[in-house]
């Protein structure tokens, strides 16, 4: 009797065992097979780390954490050739670059300065959709504790397996502060206008 309860006692530990396995090989390779979203999480994950602080962590701060990972997981030319398209062709390699620079300025203060506080709120991936070849749209949402969603839409492709944004929405959803100095985000991220020309109108993403 007692080396049957033993023998029954190990095969449930064998059966538990191998459903482990089974389960975390699933999750590797659900992220194997979507490595964008996951990409987004952490970027998201290091805004939320970032607002948790934001009583002890000034602009300056906040913009060199966030700058580290967007050099990192943004590809800013791609997304400067991107908005701009035909126009890109067009550009000197010295407008090229001025450009680039002044839109990666851009972008990190606009994060900097709006994801500088907590209130309760979490991240959440709302939306996957896969375009073409190696490029899938993922929407992420920065949830209020009444509900309240500010969504922004990532465009991320795969050079060679590295993934990274090459392209994004300006968030929608509940209003945000009015920023109006010539070098802050509604100068050039509302949305990332054509050098030379008054950025006034939302875009879709680039």
Known sequence: ??????????????VLATLVVVVCLGVWNAAAR?????????????????????DVLDFDQRYHRIAQRIDTDFDIAQIAHRRLGGQWAQMSAQARHAYVARLRHTLIARYAHDY?????QHFMISGLRTLAGDTREVEAALVMPDGRRRVTHYILA?????????????????AQAAITNEDTPQALFGWLGRPGTPATHKSPPV
């Open 1 to 14: 009797m007692r080396r049957r309860r033993n023998t029954l006692r190990n095969t449930l530990s064998c």
């Open 34 to 54: 979507e490595p964008a979203p996951a990409l987004v999480e952490r970027f998201d994950s290091l805004l939320l780390t970032t607002m948790k602080q934001g």
């Open 116 to 120: 500088d506080h907590y209130a309760g």
């Open 158 to 174: 795969s050079d060679h397996g590295r993934w990274r944004v090459v392209g994004l929405s300006q968030p929608s959803g509940y």
